[in-house]
């Protein structure tokens, strides 16, 4: 399926994973907004695709702020068809030894943001001849790691919303695919102390738009992505 003039919102764009998402998209022929807290970081991004692009400086966390971002991407680009989930925190720690406020981050960027904006932005999709709504999440959404009780958390939680999001979109032309990656390179983990070799960003990007550039009968639901060095 061709990618060009499609219409994208990447969260987490301004670094990692969802920098690189939205680069390749760029290189297909998409429209995409660039959604993260970090204004200077997407405009420096903006300034290096060569496609139409959106600086929306969002916090993902915020209801009210989501909706404002919704509201400029539709008037901007006349809809929405295509939206990656990207925007992720890795916080927490073991729970008899960490804050409460510290676990409940990871719970409210990475699940709760994801909730915000899919609410946000679905009716645009569901307006679309074929949408895709996908999701990083983590392979940690299987295989728990100690001391990540609370980013499990919200990883489990987003394959479960995304999954139940998936039958209500039965009848839709939406489609719903979660990406669950395992060791990457990113500002959330350099995975400097592991002797394996961490996958780059762009190994993840790839996946996402290959999910993206599918023929419209095919659905990719739930796609793992793991580096060949076993942890």
Not at 39 to 56: C, F, G, I, P
Not at 160 to 184: I, N
Not at 188 to 211: C, I, K, Q, S, Y
């Amino acid at each position: 399926m061709d990618l060009a003039e499609r219409d994208a919102v990447v969260t987490g764009a301004s670094s990692g994973i969802g920098a690189a998402t939205a680069g390749l998209l760029a290189r297909e022929g998409c429209s995409v907004a660039l959604v993260a807290r970090r204004q200077d970081r997407l405009e420096s991004l903006a300034d290096e695709l060569a496609a139409e692009t959106l600086v929306v400086p969002t916090d993902v966390t915020d209801e009210d702020a989501v909706a404002t971002m919704a509201e400029e991407v539709r008037s901007s680009f006349d809809g929405v068809d295509l939206l990656v989930h990207s925007a992720g925190v890795a916080r927490g720690g073991p729970v008899a030894k960490t804050e409460l406020d510290e676990l409940r981050t990871s719970i409210r960027v990475n699940l709760e943001g994801v909730m915000n904006v899919t609410h946000a932005l679905l009716p645009s999709i569901l307006d679309s001849e074929l949408g895709d709504v996908i999701t990083v999440s983590s392979l940690s959404a299987r295989y728990p790691q100690e001391g990540g009780s609370s980013y499990t958390a919200s990883k489990f939680g987003v394959n479960g919303f995304m999954r139940s999001l998936r039958k209500e979109m039965s009848d839709e032309p939406v489609r719903v695919t979660v990406v669950m990656p395992g060791p990457v390179v990113t500002e959330l983990n350099d995975w400097e102390h592991w002797d394996g070799r961490a996958m780059d960003p762009e190994d993840v990007a790839e996946t996402v738009v290959f999910a993206a550039s599918r023929p419209s009968r095919v659905e990719l639901t739930q796609i793992s992505v793991d580096s060949t060095d076993k942890l």
